[in-house]
């Protein structure tokens, strides 16, 4: 060995050097010879699980067998001689065993011979873990001892629940009696206890909301059985996700009528970035063609922004880029990206005609999702969320996501029209969120650091990165630190990342028990600090491990390789250092939410008022193109009116005569 290499030779005597870490794991390569005495690693997570009691009781007698097997005890000094009776070169095996038999009874302590025995091939062939009672360690299954009869009619109980009403965990007992009487008659088997089958239908029921939200339910009964499917964007622009929601804030329409605008914008899922936002009263298929031209064009500086996002003053490798595009030059501190593919769900403004002919002429494949799939457009729909809690929730007119949220007489304080809250919105893309650290991008060697969107977006245009596979073997893996995770639907989260393999199905173990109730039915996960590539998985069930690998792991080269961090870590090095700009567009943040919050100039007094004021300014605001006033001004000095040519005098002017009702009626009257 050196350092962390190995040098082998091999019968001719060639040589070869290998990182020990393939020398471990790897798969063509077997150990021929043990030390004799060395014991087998234990399984460092079950462990945990057992009683302290236990477990000093198999440490005790884990020191008596080294002992006997070795010579010396475990604790003794490194340059001890065998204690008289042990030593393997004078003693046999058997005469050691009966020697500490003879130890151990004149201590006090009742032992067979055959205990003895038994202990020390146990510890030969599974080490301590071999001298753990195994009545402590004993893993149980997910349904325990209830008949199985039963359990197959609660899950046919539990599956019927899908569409229905939310109801009790009594009326569903009352349906599994049912269904057994109808398919087993007189033979039917009774319901277990009332706190056994309350046991029964939680681990059943686990993840289904079989008694929580009738929605949420229908919701996860669409999803797939099998694991989510994910897709890794290694380029801004590689995959974009397009969607619509109506915002949560009450505007004044062209019309006059107050209501809740249509939110609809692209996030880009390599940088979590905002191409284009547009509001409008309802989203055609043209806006959403509108908002791939503004996703394609530069965000212009607006009067009244801070210079500080400026795209000259951001992360955002200004130079370069204007040297691509002179555009550029005055634009905002908001990336311009180019979608290669849009992912976007059978809404009709996205799968008709005008759409699909926007994308073929700008060069973009459209994937619409499945139908009843939200969660294959997920980036977007959690971005709805953020809006809601980062900009609509301190803008005057928030009406709350439902009416459950929405204060009293919410909808009267509606004062912004579109056009004005669409300009609050860009500024809030371009100030906020573009600059706001994202819980998305996080670097995976360096969890707790996330980039904001402008900060991801410089790190990908530089490089992508690549990330190394590893292997590992059942004795380099015990040697690992351990960590007890539930396994979900999408796979084992850990550490802020979603690991996933079809092993998983292959076992069944998704939502199910893993039967050590000390860890609350959790798995034992076995993962390396310095190789997020993959972790391990101890199968409670069968024994072994299963490899699951994280999920990027296939998409080559990644997003978060080396090289692109590199660029990430010199960002956020100068991020620390430009506190100016930082502070400026903290402040500018501060001072756009109390701008939305506070409505428009001049403040209407009353809420009659501020409508009417709303109303205006949207009746006011020309919706097409205007000739500059300029224009207009000369344009009316040139071409005279009719009554400037030819003056005529004003004729006289006769006044109306004055209803009567009642001399009318006189008049009518016979």
Same mark, same amino acid.
């Given at each position: ?315 955002? *490798?200004?130079?370069?880029? =204007? @040297? #691509? ?5 005055? $634009? +905002?501190?908001?990336? &311009? ?106 670097? *995976?060697?360096?969890?707790? =650091? @996330? #980039? ?5 977006? $410089? +790190?990908?245009?530089? &490089? ?121 567009? +903290? ?84």
């Amino acid at each position: 060995m050196t350092g962390s290499g190995v040098r082998l030779e091999d019968v001719v005597g060639a040589q070869t050097t290998l990182p020990l870490g393939e020398v471990l794991t790897g798969r063509d390569l077997e150990w021929v010879s043990t030390p004799r005495g060395a014991a087998p690693l234990p399984p460092a997570g079950m462990l945990e699980v057992v009683p302290q009691p236990v477990m000093a009781r198999a440490r005790w007698w884990e020191r008596h067998l080294i002992e006997l097997l070795t010579g010396v005890a475990p604790d003794a000094a490194h340059d001890s001689t065998p204690q008289s009776g042990y030593d393997p070169r004078r003693h046999t095996l058997r005469q050691r065993e009966l020697a500490k038999l003879t130890e151990l009874r004149a201590a006090g302590h009742s032992v067979s011979f055959a205990t003895i025995k038994r202990l020390r091939a146990a510890y030969e062939r599974q080490g301590l873990w071999g001298l753990v009672d195994q009545r402590y360690a004993r893993v149980s299954g997910p349904t325990g001892r209830v008949d199985q009869r039963v359990v197959d009619a609660t899950v046919q109980a539990i599956d019927e629940e899908t569409n229905r009403s939310t109801g009790t965990v009594k009326r569903l007992a009352r349906r599994v009696t049912q269904i057994l009487a109808a398919e087993h008659g007189n033979t039917a088997p009774a319901l277990p206890s009332t706190a056994t089958f309350y046991r029964l239908v939680g681990r059943l029921a686990q993840g289904r909301h079989t008694f929580g939200s009738a929605k949420t339910r229908r919701s996860l009964a669409k999803s797939p059985k099998g694991p989510f499917g994910s897709v890794s964007a290694l380029r801004p622009g590689q995959w974009v996700h397009i969607d619509s929601t109506p915002i949560d804030v009450r505007v004044v329409l062209d019309n006059g009528v107050i209501d809740r605008a249509e939110l609809t914008w692209l996030v880009d899922l390599a940088t979590r970035s905002i191409p284009a936002a547009v509001l409008r009263p309802t989203t055609k298929a043209a806006d959403a063609a509108v908002l791939l031209a503004r996703a394609l064009t530069p965000e212009p500086m607006r009067p009244g922004w801070v210079d500080a996002v400026r795209m000259s003053r951001s992360v955002l *490798p200004h130079r370069r880029l =204007t @040297a #691509l595009d002179d555009q550029l030059t005055h $634009a +905002a501190a908001r990336p &311009v990206i180019v979608p290669e593919t849009i992912v976007c769900d059978n809404g009709k403004a996205y799968v008709s005609q005008t759409f699909r002919t926007a994308c073929r002429a700008m060069g973009i494949n459209l994937q619409p999702t499945h139908l009843g799939s939200p969660w294959e457009n997920s980036a977007v729909e959690r971005s709805f969320n953020s809006v809601g809690t980062l900009f609509a929730q301190y803008v005057a007119g928030h009406v709350g996501r439902s009416v459950e949220h929405r204060g009293k007489s919410a909808e009267k304080n509606a004062v912004w029209s579109i056009v004005e809250l669409q300009a609050l919105l860009d500024e809030w893309i371009v100030t906020v969120w573009q600059n706001r650290p994202h819980d998305g991008l996080r670097n *995976p060697l360096a969890p707790d =650091t @996330a #980039l904001t969107p402008n900060e991801q977006y $410089a +790190a990908l245009v530089e &490089v992508a990165g690549y990330v190394p596979v590893a292997l590992n073997a059942d004795d380099y893996v015990e040697l690992l630190p351990v960590s007890w995770n539930r396994i979900g639907r999408a796979g084992i989260k850990l550490n802020r990342r979603t690991y996933d393999d079809n092993a998983l199905d292959a076992y069944n173990l998704r939502g199910e028990h893993s039967g050590v109730t000390a860890r609350d039915g959790r798995w034992e996960v076995h993962f390396d600090p310095y190789d997020i590539t993959r972790i391990w998985v101890r199968n409670h069930r069968d024994g072994g491990w299963i490899t699951v690998g994280w999920k990027h792991l296939r998409s080559a080269p990644m997003p978060f390789g080396e090289v692109a961090w590199q660029h990430a870590r010199n960002i956020l090095r100068r991020r620390g250092e430009d506190t100016a700009t930082e502070a400026q567009i +903290a402040a500018a943040a501060a001072q756009l939410l109390d701008r939305a919050e506070q409505g428009p100039e001049p403040k209407a007094t009353t809420p009659r008022d501020r409508r009417v004021a709303g109303r205006t300014r949207s009746t006011n605001a020309p919706s097409g193109p205007r000739p500059n006033p300029s224009e207009q001004q000369d344009t009316a000095q040139a071409v005279p009116t009719a009554r400037e040519e030819n003056p005529e005098p004003l004729a006289e002017v006769i006044p109306l005569p004055l209803f009567d009702a009642r001399e009318e009626a006189r008049r009518w009257s016979f």
